[in-house]
């Protein structure tokens, strides 16, 4: 049956409400009750009797998107392990000694944030406190560390297969492409986009652009020179003290081998458990991938626990109500999948992308404009909401099929949808990152936002420019493109007129 018109209503109702309510589970929720009223003809008893049976119960209890929620909650207590552990300040003291001029603080904070890739709102947690009194010491300023911290958390993130991110967004890109009977794994397509992913690997590479060439523009600019004007505290000091309790557990007792062994540990049982079937070079099967990152994480969490009760950092009971706080922490991304899954199902039943599709073939839109177009509107959404995750789950049951039809190259298309929603994430002001940022670096939130915009717009339309090159062209020559064009802006950067934004 054709739906026409009526099959929009579900994503935009979840797009409006998103944008309005800034609250995407219930937005998605929403979405879901008017695409099975479409469908039960408008009575409402069979509505809720359908969204509940033929959609939250059959994406519960499908195998794949089970195995997802289960490594999803693994993963979470793993990190709430790793963010509390005091590795991760353990290893800042360690190299707080030879961190002495303003390239070496800026590489170094950009460096932690790549290394904290497994959270990315533990990075402006975890390296904003660890880097500011540095930053105050050499007279960089607050609104620096913010965009640093801010530029390497879901930039990062989003480029990784193995955490929370990549297994969200995979299970996203599989309910697409079982709908769609593609035959490509989940894996792989995530994979093959990440050359594609230009909006993060522009946001990555421009912060030791910046440093090394000192080329600072726009409110950044206006900020640095503020800084520098300032008197230094004479009782500033990098303070790395925690309080011991009286059986002598204190975070002072962490070691910078807490950080880095039991990332090798998931690491190690990732390859042990898929390098008989050619990891990472063949294509492994989702589900051994899927119990093998599990398997992983859990001896990973295991081991990091050993070494918080071993080096007297928590007892037990304390270290163990901190991996049961990470499983609980997983609980929103749960439902969030649950209900994108069924939304997504519920799409694809109505054939709102195949309305979308034929509506742009009518009026003759090029298919090689695909890209750019999700790549800006899911920006648009995702500035709107502040939420990129919302956004991906809103954007891949369109975009997928809109690629399926114009012939586009899926990852493409998929890395289109992560770069927007990124992009808007990355300007919006009602961010978490965006907020978690500021308060990392104590920079005032509508300084941050100021100061980063410039260049996030920068990096936003250099990205725009590199998908509309890569729909014609389908290569990902696009991504060199836009990261050789962003190397010449920085170097004219401080010639740029002072704009107030």
Known sequence: ???????????????????????????????????????????????????????????????????????????????????????????????????????????????????????????????????????????????KLAWILDSTSSPVAILIPFIGWGVYIMGLIQAEFENLSINLSDYDAFIQAIPFQVYALLAILMIPL?????????????????????????????????????????????????VILPIIMVFATLFINLSPQGFPFAKIGGNDFRIALTMG???????????????????????????????????????????????GAMISTLGTADFIIQGLQNIHFSGALIPAFIFLFGAFVSFSTGSSWGTFAIMMPLAIPMAHTFGISYAICIAAVLSGGLFGDHCSPISDTTILSSTGAECDLVEHVKTQLPYALINGILSFIAFIIAGITGSAFSTLLAIVALFFVIIIGNKMKKTSI
């Open 1 to 143: 049956m054709n739906y026409g018109i009526l099959s929009l209503l579900p994503p935009l109702l979840a797009v409006i409400l998103a944008i309005r309510t800034k609250n995407v589970i219930f937005s998605l929720f929403c979405g879901g009750l008017i695409g099975a009223l479409i469908l039960c003809g408008g009575n409402p008893w069979l509505a809720i009797k359908s969204v509940i049976g033929d959609y939250y119960f059959v994406q519960m209890t499908d195998s794949y998107n089970a195995g997802v929620i289960v490594l999803i909650v693994f993963i979470g207590g793993f990190i709430k392990l790793m963010e509390d552990s005091g590795g991760a300040q353990a290893f800042a003291k360690s190299v707080n000694h030879f961190v002495n001029t303003k390239l070496k603080a800026q590489l170094c904070a950009w460096l932690g944030g790549i290394v904290i890739f497994f959270s990315d709102l533990g990075t402006p947690l975890l390296v904003g406190p660890l880097f500011r009194p540095l930053f105050d010491k050499l007279k960089i300023s607050r609104e």
């Open 210 to 258: 910046v440093a090394i060439t000192g080329k600072d523009f726009s409110q950044m600019k206006k900020a640095e020179e503020r800084t520098q004007e300032k008197p230094l505290d004479a009782q500033l000091e990098n303070d790395f003290s925690y309080p011991v309790d009286e059986k002598g557990y204190s975070l002072g007792n962490a070691k910078p081998i807490m």
């Open 297 to 343: 994480y859990f001896l990973g969490a295991i081991l990091l626990f050993a070494m918080i009760v071993g080096f007297k950092v928590k007892n037990v009971k304390d270290a163990f109500d901190v991996y049961l706080k990470g499983l609980k922490s997983m609980t929103d991304v749960a439902i969030t999948l649950i209900l994108a899954w069924s939304l």
